[in-house]
């Protein structure tokens, strides 16, 4: 229990309740805000100058925000799962054994589409003959699969 009123009581009607003037006793305000870029040329030019002199954190340092960032769900429609010619030399044995490719003789046939994979990239080598069926391939997976004596069917987008 209180003995004695609240001095908010008293300072009510007056406008800045015994602080000065108007913005004083304030969080962050009077100060020019909590960041080290914040009102740079109000407060902390000689800080901001010299920390952009020094290529903090690289030369074309700047304060505030740019650009624009899309929204995830958007990025998820434009992603493409890729798999590299090296990557599916060396899995080509382990999905076989999943039936996931087949193999005849010494031929692989594989339809990346179960695996969900839309591109195949030349990188790195291929051995094996693989007649495979896909989305889309780079020029270098396609000269690469048919130098081993494979095959690439690029899938129409209407499937």
Known sequence: MRKFPKKVRKMR?????????????????????????????????????????LGFPDPDWDFGKRGFKRPQDINRIYK?????????????????????????????????????????????????KINLSVKKASKRAIEKIESAGGKVTLLSEAE
């Open 80 to 128: 493409v799962n890729a798999l590299n010619v090296k990557d599916l030399d060396s899995k080509i044995e382990e999905l076989t054994k999943n039936n996931i490719a087949s193999k005849s003789g010494n031929t692989y046939t594989i339809d990346l589409k179960d695996l969900n994979i839309q591109k195949i990239l030349g990188r790195g080598e291929i051995n094996k």
């Open 13 to 53: 009607g007056t406008r800045t309740h015994g602080y000065g003037r108007v913005g004083q006793h304030r969080k962050a305000g009077q100060r020019a805000g909590k960041g080290k870029t914040t009102q740079w040329k109000k407060s902390k030019k000689s800080y901001y100058l010299k920390q952009k002199e």
